[in-house]
């Protein structure tokens, strides 16, 4: 294990993706992310204590602040979702609890909130489940879970009612819901119909009241979890009322740059907002208890326009507990502060600050340190240089440009630094205020570059090729070639004079930076290197890869290898001093490895970043090591050995404060500076004149006033010497006033001594004639005592006697019951010994009844054993069968398991139902409450009643005619569908003919082609006719033969054709008689079918239109009966409360008579 120890010393950058990433943990401390840590951030001393997160840690998702600022809760996923509770008191963040989802398979949890007295914590979890857990957090006891929404909305925020632990609140997509916590459950108190909103975030504002904000920029007032009112966002108007209905409709279409609310945050004078990008909104409280936006306080646009920082979304605000400050997080990474104590002070437009300074918000590309000056150069995706003081721990240049920065180098000096761009290789001064080009290399797509360390050279490359120019000629001095991959690391050796690379070939080689030649390689084409650097005496080489180990190269050959566990390295750092090799790994730990290296897994792992390790480097130093990976956040550690003492360098450092200026900008500041001189001095005889000016006005003024008060005093001084005048008769009245009283009050109280001396002569013989009488009844009592205890001992001595007699008659009594139950015992016994005798009989007797039975039985199992033969065989085919069976049995197990768990599923569905059924038990308990209301105002509603009887009858009377008129129309409709059946059934009839017609078509084209058919069959004949002439002709030499042939040839084809030809001819002429007669009959049918379809077109034309326009009438009536159903139902209803009301109160008026004659 490795001496030399890595302590995480600050920070520079913020963790996205976190849920409430900022919080304060007192007036001058900030709780945020960074990295796999949380970080708490002291503005004052611009100090940081970090929170290091757990080992096993594959992300954060949520922190949550308790309220008395103690506790900090950190959500995390690994292989189970779980929430670490931190105690902030202690120095180390120590680790109080750790909770977790129980039997739920959560993978994360998306929010969480503490109680307003910190005990509890509420946690939910993710999709598709989305369950919200209860804890009592400290004992780490679940006290209850409950399903908040369905997997297509997703939940954004839970909290606490800060005026009372047992109410929560849940918001997301289509879901904003308030439970209650109890017997024991979470039980939904109400939910309204928000499902078309998506609420991004909610704060309480009082114990009943809830302000949600949603992404089309829209604020919701909720009471009680009703939904009434929207606030409205303009700073003119105050806000306004709703409607239901307008603001569900207007939900449907919201366009695009409409601005999101995505964080509120509740303070004593209202509440703050963020209102899309780069704005915050304050709102205070009016007298009609609404809301007015007062001031809008916006992120300030940077200087360069290419990604304006107004642009970002704000992810989370926090106030400080004195609620002077307000801190905010956004979407890329920014931490910005305003001091809301500045704002009745400060009457320009207020404007956000950086709370530190600017991170990156893209992974880091580049890292690079220098030697004189303690500067550390970064480069990003986010298109921008930055350049970091590590002493004072601040930002001291920034820039942006149009492209990805894909490399950095420092030079040496501090002076200058070289940026790799895709198109370009880019030179730089280092200003005092801007990052300037001054020379261009055509080098494209530079993702590595390293100045040498006497600063003359630099290498950059680009692809497999490693280009080598001079700096203070910019000329190309060497080109190494010999990568078949892209080169993924290079590094220069303390002399200059060699160069290591490595590539994703496999390759290590070491190049001579003079000649251009490998001096060394070493090729392993099964491991693709990402890192490589010399060892501090530069004789050796050590390289990371994609083969989890960690090598040490000499002379072409490995001569050592770090064993990894399942992750592999991505960067490797190694110290000045020679002590120490760390390296990085995608998870974003980092390792610190003894140098030497051991031949074993010997390693200590530090938690760090939360995306892959890109770059490490230390400082010239060896006091700090730098390290960057791709979630934008760069650390700074301190490393010391295990006594705490910082390593020790042999090289001594000489730290320069120069920087570079422009002439131009340098005679630009002393031509603002004169300029301001000038400025200065007019301004003083400027405020001198108007200062001689005050002087004499306010001399003039303090005259005036002195006169004033001049007069004032004299009339001041005769008012008091009136009033003294006044006061001293007033004195002389008072003095005599009081002396008549006093004379007054000694007669009374002369009098009164004499009238209460008198009583207490009298009271005093009424108490020695009470004394006397007191005595004599005394005297009396004690006679009557001794009387009494005479009779006392007389009644004892007889009540003795008596007593006596009474046991003397009981201790008899007892001799004879001892006497029976002797008796009782023997006869017990002899009862015994007749029963044994009895038993043993019917032993003896069942003795020899069972050994017959035996001897049966063994006669029996004989014969069974023979039929147990039969049955074995018996069984084997059986068993046969049970296999069948048993494999029948698990496709039914299969076949169960699948039900069960539809069962399980439809076990969920009834808990929901179950939920929504609590849910408007609820609405009814509310229901119940409102008709209690109601009745409150019967006395209103009776005013109504004649009104409300006058109007019903009204609505009778109307009602009546537009009903007949709805008979009529449906009367004339039933007519209207008649006529369409019957125009129906006629067009049925003409297609029946029409298919008969096209039947008897198909018929004749049959005759026809048989016709066809025996004309082809003559043709056929008289082509064998002449065939046999032909063959005739040749035996015109031979009559004989001729005649023979002639009459073969006659009887073969004359008879029949004859006869055949008469038959033909009749054959066609009715062919043609029955053509011209269906030609006929089909024209004239056609005629008919058209002229009855443009009939039957123009009758369904008619009876479209008319159904159209009664079907309209019939829609309006029937709105119109409907509004008239719904009133006539509100009249009832108001007259069922009154009747109901009417009946309460006799009784109610019966009981107060009760009461009162009680």
């Known amino acids: 294990m490795s001496s030399v120890v890595a302590q995480p010393l600050f920070s520079f950058g913020l963790r996205t993706g976190v849920r409430n990433s900022v919080s304060f943990c007192d007036e001058n401390t900030v709780v945020f992310p960074c990295g796999n840590s949380c970080v708490c951030y002291n503005t004052s001393r611009r100090s940081q204590r970090f929170i290091p997160g757990s080992e096993k840690s594959q992300g954060m998702h949520a922190l949550a602040l308790s309220p008395n600022r103690r506790y900090l809760a950190v959500s995390e996923c690994g292989e189970r979702a779980s929430i670490t509770v931190f105690d902030l008191q202690h120095e180390q963040g120590r680790k109080r609890k750790v909770l977790t989802a129980g039997e739920s398979s959560a993978e994360e949890f998306v929010c969480m909130a503490f109680s307003h007295d910190s005990k509890y914590l509420i946690g939910q979890t993710g999709g598709p489940d989305w369950t919200l857990i209860f804890w009592l957090w400290e004992k780490q006891k679940v006290l209850a879970t409950v399903k908040t929404s369905t997997s297509h909305k997703p939940v954004s925020q839970v909290s606490f009612n800060p005026h009372n632990n047992t109410q929560l609140c849940v918001s997301g997509g289509g879901v904003l819901k308030l439970f209650r916590y109890s017997e024991g459950a979470l039980k939904q108190s109400s939910s309204p119909k928000v499902e078309s909103i998506f609420f991004l975030c909610h704060s309480w504002v009082t114990e009943e009241r809830v302000i949600a904000g949603t992404d089309s920029g829209r604020l919701l007032v909720f009471e009680s979890g009703d939904l009434r009112r929207e606030i409205n966002t303009s700073a003119q108007e105050t806000d306004r009322q709703v409607a239901m209905k307008k603001m569900k409709d207007s939900d449907v279409d919201e366009g695009v740059s409409v601005p999101r609310i995505t964080a509120i945050l509740s303070c004593s004078k209202g509440f703050i907002c963020s209102y899309g990008a780069g704005t915050v909104c304050l709102f205070e409280k009016t007298k009609e208890d609404g809301y007015r936006r007062t001031r809008d306080i916006r992120i300030p646009a940077d200087s360069s326009d290419l990604t304006p920082a107004e642009s970002q979304l704000i992810d989370t605000m926090c106030l400080s507990p004195s609620e002077e400050t307000l801190v905010l997080s956004t979407e890329r990474g920014q931490l910005y502060s305003f001091s809301l104590s500045s704002l009745d002070i400060n009457k320009e437009e207020p404007h956000f600050e950086f709370l530190s300074q600017s991170f990156h918000s893209k992974s880091i590309t580049g890292l690079s340190v220098c030697i004189r000056k303690p500067l550390a150069a970064t480069s990003s995706l986010d298109h921008s240089v930055r350049i970091w003081n590590y002493e004072t721990k601040v930002l001291e240049l920034y820039k942006e440009f149009p492209e990805e920065a894909l490399s950095v180098a420092l030079h040496p000096t501090g002076l200058f630094v070289l940026v790799g761009f895709s198109d370009k290789l880019r030179l730089m001064n280092l200003l005092i205020d801007d990052i300037r080009t001054f020379k261009e290399f055509a080098v494209r797509g530079c993702r590595e570059c390293a ?323 007191s005595e004599r009844m005394q005297e009396d009592f004690e006679k009557q005592l001794k009387d009494v205890e005479g009779g006392r001992v007389h009644t004892v001595e007889e009540l003795k006697q008596n007593y006596e007699a009474k046991l003397e008659e009981k201790d008899l009594i007892l001799l004879q019951c001892q006497e029976d139950a002797r008796q009782q015992i023997r006869e017990f016994h002899e009862v015994v010994r007749q029963v044994e005798e009895d038993e043993e009989r019917k032993i003896h007797d069942m003795q020899v009844k069972y050994e017959k039975r035996l001897h049966t039985e063994e006669e029996t199992s004989t014969s069974l054993k023979g039929e147990a033969r039969l049955m074995a065989q018996k069984s084997l085919s059986l068993q046969r069968q049970i296999d069948e069976r048993c494999s029948e049995l698990k496709h039914l197990q299969q076949e169960r398991q699948r039900l069960l768990g539809l069962i399980r599923s439809l076990e969920s569905d009834i808990e929901d139902l179950k939920r929504t059924v609590s849910g408007h038990e609820k609405a009814s308990q509310d229901k119940d409450k409102t008709i209690c209301s109601l009745k409150k105002k019967n006395q209103e509603l009776e005013k109504l009643k004649f009104v409300l009887d006058f109007q019903l009858n009204e609505m009778k009377s109307q009602t009546e005619p537009q009903q007949e008129d709805i008979v009529e129309k449906k009367e004339r409709i039933h007519q209207l569908q008649e006529e369409l059946v019957q125009i129906d059934k006629g067009n049925t009839q003409l297609k029946l003919s029409v298919s008969e017609l096209r039947l008897k078509l198909r018929t004749r084209d049959k005759e026809m082609h048989k016709e066809a058919q025996k004309v082809k069959d003559l043709e056929t004949h008289l082509q064998r006719l002449k065939a046999d002439l032909h063959n005739c002709v040749g035996f015109i030499q031979e009559p004989k033969k001729l005649k023979d042939s002639m009459q073969t040839i006659y009887a073969r084809y004359v008879a029949d054709g004859v006869e055949q030809s008469g038959v033909e001819e009749e054959i066609q002429r009715a062919f043609c008689r029955q053509r011209d007669h269906l030609e006929k009959t089909v024209n004239g049918l056609k005629t008919r079918l058209a002229k009855s379809a443009e009939q039957h077109e123009q009758v369904y034309v008619k009876i479209m239109k008319e159904n159209v326009g009664l079907i309209t009438e019939i829609n309006e009536l029937r709105k119109e009966l409907l509004l008239q159903r719904t009133q006539v139902k509100d009249y009832k209803s108001q007259l069922s409360v009154l009747k109901k009301s009417k009946r309460a109160r006799p009784h109610s008026e019966e009981g107060t008579k009760k009461v009162a004659s009680a």
């Open 451 to 773: 100045f040498s360390h006497g600063g003359h050279m630099f290498a950059a490359v680009n692809g497999n090729v490693i280009h080598i120019y001079s700096v203070t000629s910019f000329e190309n001095i060497l080109n190494l070639k010999g990568h078949n991959g892209k080169v993924r690391g290079i590094e220069w050796s303390l002399d200059d004079g060699r160069l290591v690379s490595c590539g994703m070939d496999g390759a290590v080689y070491e190049w001579n930076a003079q000649t251009g030649k490998r001096e060394s390689e070493s090729v392993l084409k099964s491991c693709s290197y990402t890192d490589v650097s010399f060892s501090s005496d530069g004789k050796t080489i050590l390289a990371v890869g994609t083969d989890l180990t960690l090598k040490e190269i000499q002379d072409c050959q490995v001569l050592r290898e770090v064993p990894a566990d399942e992750v592999a390295h991505t960067a490797v750092a190694v110290s000045h001093s020679g002590r120490v090799v760390f390296t990085g790994t995608p998870r974003g730990t980092i390792r610190a490895v003894k140098y030497p290296l051991p031949l074993q897994k010997d390693w200590i792992t530090y938690q760090a970043h939360c995306g892959p390790i890109t770059k490490m480097v230390f400082t010239w130093d060896d006091q700090f090591l730098l390290t960057a990976a791709e979630d934008g956040c760069l650390l700074m550690w301190k490393v010391v050995d295990k006594e705490g003492r910082g390593l020790k360098s042999n090289r001594q450092i000489i730290q320069t404060e120069e920087i570079l200026v422009t002439k131009a900008d340098l005679e630009e500041k002393t031509q603002n500076m004169l300029e301001l001189k000038l400025r200065l001095e007019e301004l003083q005889m400027e405020n001198e004149y108007q200062l001689r000016l005050k002087d004499m006005n306010y001399s003039k003024k303090m005259k005036e006033i002195a006169e004033a008060f001049t007069q004032q005093i004299d009339s001041l001084k005769a008012v008091h010497q009136a009033m003294k005048t006044e006061m001293e008769k007033q004195q002389r009245e008072s003095q005599m006033s009081t002396a008549e009283i006093s004379e007054k009050h000694s007669e009374e109280l002369e009098a009164l001594e004499e009238s209460y001396s008198q009583k207490l002569i009298t009271e005093h013989e009424r108490f020695q004639d009470l004394q006397r009488e």
